[in-house]
């Protein structure tokens, strides 16, 4: 086993940096704030050497993004209910429920920082938004696959996610039930 | 004539004031971004002083969000072209050429900024979007009184301008004259 393969395996010592790596950056988050961390800060914060943060990720932004979909995968899986109106709606309460928390406005403070923050940045937010818009394509495909008629993935963001976003961004609430479902049999 | 009359009279002292404290804070908000300026610091950059801004504006939240206000009635004024659909496009339109400009997220900065700064941010960030909110209302009554059938002011936010920002947002453009009409179309 060479020195990378090593590295990589899963359970291993690579999983704890990275778990440790990726809970700096969530405390960071939370106490400063995008924008007032280096990668310096996360690497004292995780016990690790900056070098290791920069071996794996490459930049503050790539990890950052990073952060930021596991999170969401985490958070909001894509749901497989047998039915695309069923994954849509389980799908749309899960963002809900996730953007009405305490750190809702995570994912667009972060969009923020990163379309503010040169080429590095616009590139990892394009990373994380191809990464979500690959799973929710997914979904929809298996709904054809099953003889569905299903909108395409702009159609998702545009009438079911951006709604949801815009309204809890300026406080206008909350995204009740009736709401979502509302938003999901429109859109079908 | 009292002082306070002296102090608002259109096209005078206050006014001069008030357009240069404007001015600096559009500049702070370019050099340093949201959150990185106090009140101490546009009061110096505009020549007045701290008490002028305090007197008129309350707090720092409340004077970004009258900026940002005064930025938007210019930039994007409510139309009145006779029809809703005419009114619906050329205010559509109007957002989608602000939002893809150099300081398109402006807005949504400014939102993520008050958001996530207390009492007073929250409700400067409710004010301004109250205002706005208002100005569109008027546009969908005239509508009404003029016999058309008009979606509601939510409606509007959620199908036209919620998927115009989140496009922005994201990176995924360009917002095409075709597209921005389809939003409006798809609602009324």
Redesign the interface.
Known sequence: MNERQRARRPGGRSARVAAEVHQAVTDLISER?Y?NFTVGDVAARAGVADSSIYRRWGNLETLLSDVALTRLNAQSPMPDTGTLAGDLRTYAAQVACEITGPDG?LL??L??AL??NGQQG?QA??EL?DERTRQLQSMLDRARERGEQAPDA?GV???I???M???V????GPLTPDYVDG?VDRLL
Chains 1, 2 share one sequence.
């Open positions: 704030g924008g406005l667009v403070r969009a923020v379309s503010t616009l937010r394009d938004r702009l963001l545009d009438h996610l951006a709604p976003y815009i309204r961004l300026f406080g206008i938003l």
